[in-house]
């Protein structure tokens, strides 16, 4: 078999591999570090992970690339599980609200928060929309960020939530990020139904769960169960007609307060549970019980900055699976930076890097349901790849707040050489 591509000596090789996706409790920590690592590619996919020389078995000729590894950390591309990809407009008009005190809840029911958003999203063309994800797109790729969730929830009607996710559909055809979609028809109350939430659930579950279904639109349905948001009962219906019609829970589950949204995470068999900064040990139990993935989101709580963190070394102690995302979203978390998320998640949750490692690989591939071919660097899946311009994986976290990519190769093509894009 030949070669198109060969990474060696490298310095640091991080194959995050031999056990099946999600990693969870012990297994985040044990992951195997090769020195002088080398791994091969042919088209699309990885051939070769090991160290040393290739084996007799794979060829090199003068059309093979070559890439000195020496001095730098290889890893499986970041899996970036939870964002809000796909939005009109920007927020900082309310950054004075908050330095003023005001809370995230309190700006969103004075009709800002996702509902600018909301109206910003709906304004806009599925070109405008699509332009400025792309310039998103383009900032996560750099950062090392392979594959991606987008959610939809700022149309808040069924034409508008179909354009949401149309455009997201079309960026993962064009863009080298893999883009995976979920319907968050349920993301908040327009003003129209302030009075009938219940009404609006109808609209979700009558309406748009079917369309957004019959078009293939989305894998997966999300809510934001909140308080003031959807509760737990409308939450669970929403849910339950997902999947009846194919769509794949998630939630975003106690966040701000603790709703029972683990339990029910639990209950409807979801496979995330995202954010889970005020959950509590019973719902926690009830997740480790059914093998729900937590996909912790800690850029949300540092800009918030209410001082509030979900329990993230406690979940790993108990034996969950634990993801990491940015929650890239024009509110809450404006960034694309998931090596900032590692960071925090390692300072915060007290997560080694080994830890952190593992969420931002197999454990988000897992949250996405793509852990047989994302994830890990093993024979035969996708060659998704980041090269670190760092000597080992605590580096990483230890000198925080810059870049550490160098090379980016996504489905076996470099597309990220020297920190700078790789446009065709
Ligand atoms: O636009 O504020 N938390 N949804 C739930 C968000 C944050 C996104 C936003
Ligand atoms: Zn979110």
């Not at 729900?292 to 509030?308: D, R």
């Amino acid at each position: 078999m030949k070669a198109n591509i060969v990474i060696n000596k490298i310095t640091q090789l991080i194959p995050v591999d031999e056990i099946k996706g999600p990693r969870r409790g012990i297994e985040m920590k044990n992951i195997r570090k090769i020195e002088d690592g080398i791994i091969a590619i042919y088209n699309n996919k990885i051939i070769y992970v090991g160290s040393g020389e290739l084996p007799d078995h794979i060829q090199t000729d003068n059309d093979t690339i070559f890439i000195d590894g020496s001095g730098k950390t290889v890893l499986p591309g970041f899996v970036d599980a939870h964002t809000h990809l796909v939005h009109g407009g920007s927020r900082e008009n309310e950054l004075k609200m908050k330095l003023e005190g005001m809370s995230y809840m309190e700006i969103l029911k004075s009709g800002g928060g996702i509902l600018s958003s909301v109206k910003a999203t709906k304004k806009a063309t599925e070109e405008e929309l699509a332009e400025k994800a792309m310039k998103v797109l383009d900032r996560m790729l750099k950062m090392g960020t392979t594959t991606v969730e987008a959610k939809s929830g700022y149309g808040l009607d069924v034409e508008s939530e179909i354009k949401q996710l149309k455009v997201a559909n079309k960026l993962n055809d064009v863009h080298p990020v893999d883009i995976v979609s979920t319907f968050l028809g349920a993301h908040a109350v327009p003003n129209e139904y302030k009075d009938d939430v219940d009404g609006f659930v109808e609209v979700v579950i009558n309406d748009m769960i079917p369309k957004v279904s019959e078009q293939k639109l989305a894998t997966f349905c999300d809510v934001f169960c909140e308080e003031g948001v959807f509760n737990i009962e409308q939450s669970k219906k929403i849910l339950e007609a997902g999947k009846e019609h194919g769509l794949t829970p998630k939630i975003h589950a106690d966040e701000l307060y603790p709703m029972g949204g683990a339990q029910l995470s639990a209950q409807v068999g979801a496979l995330t549970a995202d954010h889970l900064v005020a959950a509590e040990e019973e719902g926690l139990l009830a997740m480790q019980r059914e093998g729900v993935i937590a996909n912790l989101l800690p850029g949300t709580s540092f800009n918030l900055n209410v001082g509030k963190y979900a329990c993230g070394r406690k979940m790993i102690d108990m034996g969950l699976p634990v993801a990491l995302s940015t929650d890239y979203n024009p509110g809450s978390c404006p960034t694309e930076n998931i090596q900032l998320i590692m960071y925090l998640a390692s300072l915060k949750y007290k997560m080694t890097a080994e830890e952190v490692i593992s969420a931002v690989t197999i454990n988000g591939a897992s949250a996405l349901g793509l852990q047989e071919k994302i994830g890990s660097l093993e024979t035969d899946k996708n060659a998704d790849i980041v090269i670190l311009d760092v000597p080992n994986i605590d580096y990483i976290l230890y000198h925080f707040g810059i870049n550490h990519v160098d090379t980016v190769i996504k489905n076996g093509k470099i597309v990220v050489s020297d920190r700078k894009l790789i446009k065709e």
